[in-house]
T-cell receptor, first 116, second 113 residues
Framework: KAGVTQTPRYLIKTRGQQVTLSCSPISGHRSVSWYQQTPGQGLQFLFEYFSETQRNKGNFPGRFSGRQFSNSRSEMNVSTLELGDSALYLC???????????????FGEGSRLTVL | AQSVTQPDIHITVSEGASLELRCNYSYGATPYLFWYVQSPGQGLQLLLKYFSGDTLVQGIKGFEAEFKRSQSSFNLRKPSVHWSDAAEYFCAVGASSASKIIFGSGTRLSIRP
C-alpha cells in the first residue's frame, strides 16, 4: 500500500510569492491534516480536511488555506509569502473510522519551503 | 488546557545502553497517547500508541512505553539502543480526530559509538 505522497519535496520562493503544496493520502483514508514544522515552534497544526470539508483550523493567518478534492487528495496554499513561512510542511492522513484507529496519523515526508 | 511536555530537548546515549524519553501530558479526559519518530529529512512514523487496556504498550523497533495516569506520564523506553535509533522523538496526545492531536516539542536522540 502506497504511503502519503507530498509534492514538491523542496522548493524555494521569494517574499510576496505564493505557493501550492500537494498531498495524496493513503488509499482509503478520508482525513488529511497539515502541519508546519519549524525549529523554533515545533509541530503546529494548520488544518484538517475530511470528505472535502475543513473540520478544524489552527491558529494561522488567512494567508494559509487548503482544500480537499473528492479523491481525498489535498492541497494547501500560502499566499504573500513571508520569511517566517520557511518550514517543513507535513501532510498526514488518517482513517477516521471512529474506532481505535482514529487519530493515528500517517505522515508524508514533507515539503521543505524556503522563502528568500 | 491540553498540553504535552517533553522536558529533554537533546539526549545522548551510548550504543547498547538503555533509553528512557520522558513525556508528561495535561488532558481533561482519558487521552489517546502516541510516540512518533522522525529521522532526518523524513516525515513522522508512529512507534506506538495507547488507547486503553494494558498500560505497558509495545511498539515497533523494540520500543515500549508505559502509561502512568497518576503521574500523567507516557515515557518511552528501549533496553538497548542502536545507532539507527538516532532521530527526533515526539510524544503526542489526542482524541478522536487528527485536529485534536497535540505534539510535544520533541527530544533529539544522539547515539554515542
Amino acid at each position: 500500500k502506497a504511503g502519503v505522497t507530498q509534492t514538491p519535496r523542496y522548493l524555494i520562493k521569494t517574499r510576496g510569492q505564493q505557493v501550492t503544496l500537494s498531498c495524496s493520502p493513503i488509499s482509503g483514508h478520508r482525513s488529511v491534516s497539515w502541519y508546519q514544522q519549524t525549529p523554533g515552534q515545533g509541530l503546529q497544526f494548520l488544518f484538517e480536511y475530511f470528505s472535502e470539508t475543513q473540520r478544524n483550523k489552527g491558529n494561522f493567518p488567512g494567508r494559509f488555506s487548503g482544500r480537499q478534492f473528492s479523491n481525498s487528495r489535498s492541497e494547501m496554499n500560502v499566499s504573500t509569502l513571508e520569511l517566517g513561512d520557511s518550514a517543513l510542511y507535513l501532510c498526514a492522513s488518517s482513517l477516521e473510522a471512529g474506532g481505535p484507529d482514529t487519530g493515528e496519523l500517517f505522515f508524508g515526508e514533507g515539503s521543505r519551503l524556503t522563502v528568500l | 488546557a491540553q498540553s504535552v511536555t517533553q522536558p529533554d530537548i537533546h539526549i545522548t546515549v551510548s550504543e547498547g545502553a538503555s533509553l528512557e524519553l520522558r513525556c508528561n501530558y495535561s488532558y481533561g479526559a482519558t487521552p489517546y497517547l502516541f510516540w512518533y519518530v522522525q529521522s532526518p529529512g523524513q516525515g513522522l512514523q508512529l512507534l506506538l500508541k495507547y488507547f486503553s487496556g494494558d498500560t505497558l504498550v509495545q511498539g515497533i523497533k523494540g520500543f515500549e512505553a508505559e502509561f502512568k495516569r497518576s503521574q500523567s506520564s507516557f515515557n518511552l523506553r528501549k533496553p538497548s539502543v542502536h545507532w539507527s535509533d538516532a532521530a527526533e522523538y515526539f510524544c503526542a496526545v489526542g482524541a478522536s480526530s487528527a485536529s485534536k492531536i497535540i505534539f510535544g516539542s520533541g527530544t533529539r536522540l544522539s547515539i554515542r559509538p
